[in-house]
């Protein structure tokens, strides 16, 4: 009786307050997946890159006409300038003026969130969990280095760590499975950092990472699915020297919000016109053709998860043979599967078909963004051996995706940002060829499902 009591008065106690807080105009109490996207925003979970001051004088390290351009601006400009140059965006439905990509502290430091490879802009909009297809970590790192020299601050682990490798040739894609393969290779299987012992041969390669609103269709992340669908396999981004294992415990709670937070997503809808009728079509086709692969979409949605074998896919190898057997059973073992209690697939033969849920939004296209537009992927003899944006932010919606320009060279002679804007195909783990499944498909039927793509 006592305890019912209790219970009561404990329940009309949270009745009275949550009351209170209404009318008082209070906020109410934050979901977990508020308290995920907050603890984004505001909590280091790796070390600074650089201060504000070197932020400030990063045009400094410029190439003449941008750099001119740059000391004839007011310092908003400047900031807006850097923004561009780098592809950071403000925080939507915040007028702070702070970067989304990254935590800035009262003191003035900037340490990345995982936005800087997961929140990115297209068609004028920034969104959360988009792919940050603008993001030059490479160019930005080398110019705050040069910064911090020039100024006498000290450099942080990610200098030391670009000294010894690549972090991303081209803009909007970064080596950042490697990164994660490095630094646990400093690990034993409870997160204790040890003496390098376990490194094998790292297979440079850049990545663009997939959008945030299929994580709640799937069971398996990450391209060939290995890892069992969790919070702790995203805490990996965490793998810095500095953090032992006391701080991966202590960090489980952020990261179940982050967990929920992922899982509250959903994909931006197509801002432009679409032919109905014409989608209408595409749909019959694409039933026909792609959807025991992709799935269905509208009303009753399925997808079916499915690992295709490399040489039926035939897109680009780098990412399989980077990945091997080995650390996929130094990941069944270690902390981040929960010691293998959640399944890890040792030995996947492919990568899986990814849900195409907002995919006008994600481009550019396949795992290692070598493709700009829907058309290019239905159209495989077609897609260009070098390609690089018409503007900042320029929407094909004809093509549907980047708005670009093709090339069959990388012209010589460009600065390193420029070249970096050039995406080439021909490099090592760059390729825009397979996925030859639209050659099925007559000029009419890819139109249409062309026109179909736009509304998922
Ligand atoms: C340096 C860039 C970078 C940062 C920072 C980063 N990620 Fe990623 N992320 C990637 C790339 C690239 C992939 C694709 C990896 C793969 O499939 O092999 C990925 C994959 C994922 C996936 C799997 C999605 C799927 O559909 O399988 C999730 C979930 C994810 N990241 C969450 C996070 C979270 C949470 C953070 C921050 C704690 C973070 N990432 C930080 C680049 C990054
Ligand atoms: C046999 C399985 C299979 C079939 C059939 C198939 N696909 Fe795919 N598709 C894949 C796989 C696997 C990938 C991932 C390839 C990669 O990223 O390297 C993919 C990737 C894609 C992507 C890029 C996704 C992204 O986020 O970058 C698009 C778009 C796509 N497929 C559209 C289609 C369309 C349209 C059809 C039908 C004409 C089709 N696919 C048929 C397996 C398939």
């Known amino acids: 009786m006592n305890c019912c009591m209790n219970r009561l008065s404990r329940s009309l106690l949270i009745a009275l307050v949550c009351y209170c ?33 070197v932020f400030d004088n990063l045009w400094k390290a410029w190439p003449a006409p941008l750099r001119v351009e740059a000391e004839n601006a007011t310092a908003e400009q400047r900031r807006g300038m850097a923004f561009r140059r780098y592809g950071l965006t403000t925080r939507p439905g ?26 990115g802009h297209i068609a004028g909009k920034t969104i959360p969990g988009l792919p940050n297809a603008h993001y030059a970590l490479q160019t930005l790192i080398q110019e705050a280095r040069l910064t911090k020299l020039r100024l006498q601050e000290p450099l942080a682990t990610i200098d030391y760590g670009a000294l010894v490798m690549p972090l991303g040739t ?22 204790n950092v040890v003496p390098a012992s376990n490194q094998t041969r790292l297979v440079h390669h850049d990545m663009d990472a997939p959008p945030w609103w299929h994580f709640s269709k799937k069971q398996r992340l990450y391209l060939e699915g290995f890892a069992t669908k969790g919070h702790r396999p995203l805490m990996q981004f965490a793998l810095d020297r500095t953090n032992g294992p006391e701080k991966f415990n202590a960090w489980e709670n952020d990261f179940r919000d982050i967990y929920a937070y992922l899982e509250s997503l959903e994909p931006p809808p197509y801002p432009f016109d679409v032919n109905t009728e014409l989608a209408r079509q595409g749909e019959q086709v694409f039933h026909r053709v792609c959807a025991e692969c992709h799935g269905t979409y509208g009303d009753r949605p399925t997808y079916p ?49 990814p849900p195409l849920d907002g995919i006008w939004a994600s481009a550019p296209y396949f795992h290692n963004g070598s493709v700009p537009t829907l058309w290019h992927v239905l ?21 549907v995706g980047l708005d670009v320009e093709t090339l069959t060279n990388v012209p010589r002679g460009l600065d390193v940002w420029t070249r ?37």
Request: hydrophobic share 35%.
């Open 305 to 353: 998860e499915r690992n295709i074998p490399l040489a039926e896919v035939g897109t680009d190898r780098a990412r399989y043979d980077a990945l091997t057997r080995r650390h996929h059973r130094d990941y069944q073992r270690n902390w981040f599967s929960r010691y293998g209690a959640d399944p890890v697939v040792v030995d996947p033969p492919g990568y899986v078909a």
């Open 94 to 119: 915040d007028d702070s003026g702070l970067p989304l990509q990254f935590v800035v502290d009262e003191a003035g430091n900037w340490t990345p969130n995982c936005f800087t490879c997961h929140g």
């Open 21 to 53: 807080a209404s009318a008082t105009g209070l906020p109410a109490e934050e979901t977990a997946a508020e308290r995920g996207y907050r603890h984004l925003l505001e909590t280091p979970y790796v070390p600074a890159y650089f201060s504000q001051e």
């Open 170 to 191: 081209t803009h909007g894609t970064t080596n950042a499975v490697i990164f994660g393969v490095a630094l646990a290779a400093y690990r034993d299987a409870d997160l």
């Open 379 to 399: 159209h495989p003899d077609e897609r260009p051996v070098v390609w690089t944006r018409t503007t900042d932010d320029g929407y094909d919606q004809r093509r």
């Open 420 to 456: 970096r804007a050039h995406f080439d195909t021909r490099m090592f783990g760059k390729s825009g060829g397979g996925h030859l499944f639209p050659d099925a498909l007559t000029a009419a039927e890819k139109q249409a499902v062309l026109e179909y793509l736009k509304q998922l």
